[in-house]
């Protein structure tokens, strides 16, 4: 499998399901079915993956001081800013009117669909969790990361005060929650591998009810997304960049090796030996670099927030579907809070979209169809994202030496003050 790309099982899968479609026409409808099965089962194991990663950060993760100020600081700027692009775009732009018949295939696909409204009453109540597997079984994804971080604080109690006694058997509940983490990764990463299978049987349907048409509607999608990761990268950052006083052409010549090889890699998480390779050829403190590589994945996720913010408007405009400011709040939150949770996850975007979708009341039936597109789509995700943890290193650095120049030069004129006192007495 690893000889053959992951895209060009998409593709493959893409031209068989277009030929089929041309052949049978509308007997190809059932085979659609397979791309409905596949998000059902991608949302039934984000949730619990949602949970455990949120349990394993408090085990694992432990920072503390200025630098984790900065970091947290650093990074929800960028994520806010990220989704406010996505959703000025898609505001903007409009890309899920821009195509007829995309439009028809989603009314078919759902009809009647309307998004939930924004009830302040019914959201804290949804915070609240009536008890343990009941979020789990409503996909409720805000009462799961209060249930998590509740449940996780209290086991980080209970690892200190243990730590404190000199008791060694925490271990193994950390290893117990990393291992069912890992359970649900590699039972995701099956999933997203029959992906191909899935696209194959929606390409076939689609092709065979309304033609290549629909496909069309799909081009301004996939332009409205690389417009607003370029805005992200080239205006934002760089922006960040001038701020801290840092040159752009030595940033950009020691990001080039980890933005090419997640071009290739289609993961942040799977580049970051390269990441954190290029940071110290240039220099940055390894603190710095593991502080934004490592223990910032799960925030440096812009690439996510950004793609997923613009992909809810296009899902919402496609299907006819008015969203107001609230609501368009309320989907940032959530992108903001399942983004966090799986960033890490091979084809995180496209798991946590289905996890945003269902909480804000979106229908999910065209999420087979962004499939067969998001192989170009996760690339540009992914170096975003790993563009994002380099800029992150080099700010906490660049802002680190500064702080501690800042605090020798203080300590001169003190210790001169000190040494004439001294003399004095």
């Known amino acids: 499998m690893r ?60 920072i503390a001081g200025r630098s984790a100020a900065r970091l947290v600081a650093i990074s929800l700027t960028n994520a806010a800013i990220a989704l406010l692009v996505g959703l000025t775009l898609s505001n903007l732009l409009r890309p899920g009117e821009a195509s007829q ?28 969790p009536t008890s343990i597997g009941g979020p789990f079984v409503d996909n409720a994804i805000l009462a799961i990361v209060v249930l998590a971080v509740l449940l996780g604080a209290a086991l980080r109690r209970v690892k200190s005060e243990q730590a404190a006694r000199g008791e060694t058997g925490w271990k193994f509940v950390e290893d117990g929650v ?46 409205v997304a690389l417009l607003g990761l370029a805005i992200q990268v080239f205006v934002v950052y760089m922006a960040w960049l001038g701020f801290a006083g840092v040159r752009r052409r030595w940033f950009w010549a020691g990001a080039r090796d980890p933005v090419v090889y997640a071009a290739g890699a289609s993961s942040s998480l799977a580049t970051l030996p390269v990441t954190l390779r ?28 950004l793609y997923e913010a613009m992909a809810v408007l296009f899902v919402a405009q496609a299907h006819g579907i008015p969203m107001s400011l609230s609501q368009q709040v309320a989907a940032a939150l959530a992108c903001l809070i399942a983004g966090i949770g799986i960033a890490g996850v091979p084809e995180a975007g496209l798991i946590s979209l289905s996890l945003v979708l269902a909480t804000v009341g979106l229908p999910l039936e065209l999420l087979p169809l962004l499939l067969t597109v998001d192989w170009l789509l996760s690339r540009a995700r992914a170096m975003t994202n790993v563009t994002s943890d380099m800029l992150v290193a080099v700010l906490l650095d660049r802002f680190g030496r500064r702080e501690a120049a800042a605090r020798s030069a203080a300590a001169v004129p003190q210790a001169l003050s000190n040494a004439r006192s001294g003399a004095d007495d």
Not at 10 to 34: D, F, K, N, S, V
Not at 199 to 214: E, I, K, L, M
Not at 280 to 305: E, F, Q
């Open 3 to 62: 000889r053959f790309p992951f895209y060009l099982r998409i593709l493959l899968a893409m031209a068989a399901g277009a030929a089929l479609g041309l052949a049978i026409g509308t007997r190809a409808a059932p085979l659609g079915e397979a791309g409905k099965v596949l998000i059902t089962l991608i949302k039934a194991l984000a949730a619990p993956l949602l949970f455990f990663a949120i349990l394993d950060a408090f085990l694992r993760t432990n």
């Open 101 to 128: 018949a995309l439009r028809r295939a989603a009314a078919a696909a759902a009809p009647g669909a309307t998004a939930q409204g924004f009830d302040f009453a019914r959201v804290v109540s949804g915070l609240v």
């Open 178 to 223: 990393a291992a069912l983490l890992r359970t649900f990764e590699i039972a995701l990463t099956w999933i997203i591998a029959i992906v191909p299978l899935a696209v194959f049987g929606v390409v076939a349907q689609t092709v065979g009810s309304h033609g290549f048409a629909p496909f069309a509607g799909l081009g301004p999608y996939v332009g």
């Open 278 to 305: 290029s940071l110290d050829r240039m220099g940055v403190s390894p603190a710095s670099a593991r502080l934004a590589a490592c223990v910032g994945t799960n925030l440096n996720n812009d690439g996510i927030l």
